[in-house]
């Protein structure tokens, strides 16, 4: 079924059961076999003798009600002990998934606190935790269910992604996980059956630590473990193959007794910088620069590379307009067009005449042009004296010239950052890039979020600063800014005197100072944001909130 291979927790799927930095790898009836293709860290799962793999999964069918709310559907997964289904909240009425334990389960406990610290990452791009609940003997986690996304497996089967998506999909993977970590969590089973892809083109990660704790799977080193995995990914998109020598997840593997080929190696025209950055991922010694061995390394490396740009759409002729005559019946050949009937006046009096007229109207356009040309002089020897005060006024004007940032910072006076790793997004000449705020429950026109939220800007030396162009991600009411002059990246405290206010519902806000201020640090200030509903392009919430594309200053 589509929605199965779409939405539901991929627990079952052992054909890519390999922990990509792992001394042991699973077989495909779940017993473990030694790998001596492993690399540098260890991860472990359960033996095929414990007590999760003996245990007898729950009988349950379709219809049963947990809570007096989740009505079970169809099950999608029956393993070790435990089930997985598609269920409908009737509360809410929506899709949800449920992954089903006995309490006396021995992963009911791992699985209950890998649900609830999941739960509150509240990242947008994991698949969120709804609920997760030990009740009459039962434990039973409730999870998103996307039925409109497609799992990365079957878009991986069709060919290999072009540069660009798969330049999206190491960034935002990398960025998704790099936040899991600051906050303690890993996943430890990212395949391309855990990695989604929304209608939006957006990568959502779904059964972080949940996963993992299902199955049972640790590991020594987990930030190692899931930068080779996101390598593992990059390199099944830029190859369509597996980077082991083992077929998996539908992809083939590499020749066995080769070791890891580069993919530029692999498949002709794969794109050197990704190709390096999937073997840098994997941890390979054949690679330019160091290994990444943790995602936030991965992610700034692919920050720090040259930005890649989608392919241009294909344009195509459109199909000739039917003549007028054509067959009826389709594929039948288009009949001649009749010529069209004689002319009035044919012969030789026609022409006689037509010439005659043409002669009489350019005469009488030629007179008429003639007088309009010497009105126009006369009237221009009047005005003289006053057209060249004009231009001498004209001269006189300060032309605006576009003024170069050279770094910024984000701003606050309460509270913690908002997403100061995102500043230089800002002034990067990409409209598609963005730096957004926090969202707030509370905003205008109630009550004010905080004392509000800014960016500084360093013009590199003292520039006479006489307008700014803010390019917004939100209309609608109302984003307030102010310019400040300031004395430093990071300064103290918020000047009394703005040199330009502005309140708009416009996405393009101009700024311009009564008089031009000289200064190197400028800083701008937001006191209120639109209400806006949740954004996948800035995997942010819904709420009061705005983001920022572009800061344009001159001077």
């Given amino acids: 079924m589509a929605e199965r291979s779409t939405a539901a927790v991929d627990v079952a799927d052992t054909s890519g059961d390999q922990p990509l930095s792992a001394v042991k790898k699973a077989a495909t009836d779940g017993t473990e076999t030694d790998d001596k293709g492993g690399t540098h860290s260890k991860s472990q799962r359960a033996e095929s003798g414990s007590p999760a793999r003996d245990a007898q999964p729950l009988e349950l069918h379709s219809g049963h009600k947990l809570a007096r709310r989740y009505r079970l559907e169809e099950c999608v997964t029956r393993l070790e002990g435990f089930s997985s289904w598609r269920a409908v909240d009737e509360k809410l009425r929506r899709a949800v998934g449920v992954h089903l334990l006995p309490a006396d389960h021995p992963r009911a406990r791992p699985v209950l606190a890998a649900a609830r610290s999941s739960a509150l990452l509240g990242d947008p791009r994991f ?19 996307l039925p409109d996304a497609t799992e990365l497996t079957p878009v991986l089967s069709s060919g290999p992604l072009e540069p660009h998506e798969a330049y999206q999909l190491v960034s935002q993977v990398s960025q998704a996980m790099a936040a899991a970590h600051r906050e303690g969590l890993a996943h430890l089973r990212l395949n391309p059956g855990s990695v989604l892809r929304t209608v939006t083109g957006q990568y959502r990660i779904r059964g972080l630590a949940v996963m993992a704790a299902l199955r049972g799977i640790s590991s020594d080193n987990p930030q190692r473990t899931d930068t080779e995995a996101i390598g593992a990914l990059l390199y099944a998109a830029l190859t369509q193959r597996w980077p082991y020598e083992g077929n998996a997840h539908g992809l083939p593997g590499l020749p066995k007794g080769v070791g890891l080929i580069a993919p530029d190696q692999v498949r002709a025209g794969v794109h050197r910088g990704l190709s390096e950055l999937a073997m840098r991922a994997l941890g390979s010694d054949k690679a330019q620069e160091a290994p990444c061995t943790t995602p936030e390394e991965l992610a700034k490396a692919v920050s720090a590379m040259p930005r890649i740009r989608p392919p241009e759409p294909d344009f195509t002729t459109p199909p000739p307009y039917p003549r007028v005559g054509a067959a009826a019946r389709p594929g039948s050949p288009a009949q001649p067009v009749p010529p069209p009937p004689p002319a009035p006046l044919e012969g030789r009096t026609g022409r006689a005449l037509k010439w005659s007229v043409s002669a009489l109207l350019i005469a009488a356009l ?167 509903e949740f954004d996948g392009k800035t995997f942010s919430q819904a709420g009061y909130k705005q983001a920022i594309s572009e800061v344009e200053f001159t001077g």
């Fill in 366 to 532: 030629g007179l008429g042009s003639w007088q309009i040309a010497d009105a126009l002089l006369k009237d221009g020897e009047k005005d003289t004296p006053r057209s060249q005060s004009a231009e001498d006024d004209a001269s006189q004007k300060i032309v605006a010239r576009p003024l170069k940032i050279t770094g910024a910072s984000e701003f606050v006076l309460d509270g913690p950052h908002h997403h100061a790793d995102k500043v230089d997004r800002t002034y990067d000449k990409n409209n598609e890039t963005y730096w957004n705020s926090a969202s707030f429950n509370e905003g205008p026109p109630t009550t004010p979020f905080r004392q509000g939220v800014g960016i500084v800007y360093d013009l590199g030396s003292p520039q006479k600063v006489n307008g700014a162009t803010v390019h917004l991600r939100y209309g609608g009411d109302r984003t307030e800014l102010s310019l400040y002059a300031v004395d430093s990246l990071s300064p103290s405290r918020l000047p009394g005197q703005a040199m330009a206010k502005l309140s708009t519902q416009s996405k393009t806000a101009k700024l311009s100072p009564e008089k031009p201020a000289q200064t190197r640090y400028v800083l701008l200030w937001i006191t209120a944001m639109p209400y806006s």
């Fill in 127 to 145: 698949v969120q935790v709804l609920d997760a609940v030990e009740e009459n003997d039962l434990v039973y986690v409730v999870h998103e269910w």
